[in-house]
């Protein structure tokens, strides 16, 4: 099965640098994904990893090191529009594609 | 335009009934899955199929079944024996291979009465 661990909260101030730890341990790799969640919502589609690095994208980036298991997600500029859940996902091998429990960001200001 | 439907958005139930919620993608997608979030959790994966008439269990199928007859279609069937089925649902597809972006339904809510 898949094992994906985040921070369950975090909080930070309007105009800061927020980052998203996430570790994974899953048998075979087919991608990691980062989604932004309000409440009530659907989640929203940050960014995706396949290769090892960062991408970058506005104010978002997302690092991978497959041999390490881990990824982080970078929120720089902090808005208050930014407190949400964030959800990294993994898909394995069989193509199984699994969530973390999520971490709650909260901006204040 | 192109995207995923689900339906109903809201949904009653009596206990013991059975309930069919639909999910509807025109992106062409070959993969999709399907998901369930309670509050305050992460989204928990029920089933998942890469291809027409294929489909594989995720890690909570017990009382949950779902077919793949048509590669836009992916029906899911809460049924009776799902002990706890309120939860919001979310669907969801992506192409085939090593692209990026799952694609989500905008979620049924199903409340059991």
């Known amino acids: 099965g898949q094992n994906i661990d985040q921070p369950t909260e975090m909080t930070a101030t309007e105009g800061a640098i927020v980052q998203i730890n996430c570790t994974y341990q899953t048998s075979g790799f087919n991608g990691l994904f980062w989604y932004q969640q309000h409440a009530g919502e659907a989640p929203t589609f940050l960014s995706y990893n396949v290769l090892d690095g960062l991408e970058e994208k506005g104010r978002f980036s997302s690092f991978l090191s497959r041999s390490k298991g881990y990824s982080y997600l970078l929120l720089k500029e902090l808005q208050m529009k930014d407190s949400a859940s964030y959800l990294c996902?993994?898909?394995?091998?069989?193509?199984?594609?699994?969530f973390g429990a999520g971490t709650t960001v909260t901006v204040r200001a | 335009d192109g995207g995923i439907t689900q339906s109903p958005k809201y949904l009653f139930r009596k206990e013991g009934q059975n309930v069919t919620l639909s999910c509807e993608q025109n992106l062409n997608h070959d993969a999709m899955y399907w998901y369930r979030q309670d509050p305050g959790q992460g989204l928990r994966l029920i089933y998942y199929?890469?291809?027409?008439?294929?489909?594989q269990k995720g890690d909570i199928a017990e009382g949950y079944s779902v077919s793949r007859e048509k590669k836009e279609s992916f029906p899911l069937t809460v049924t009776s024996a799902q002990k706890n089925p309120t939860a919001f649902y979310l669907c969801a597809s992506i192409p085939g291979g090593h692209v990026g972006e799952l694609f989500f339904g905008e979620g049924s809510r199903l409340t059991v009465l």
């Open positions: 996902a993994v898909r394995d091998g069989d193509y199984k594609l699994s």
């Open positions: 199929s890469q291809i027409v008439n294929d489909f």
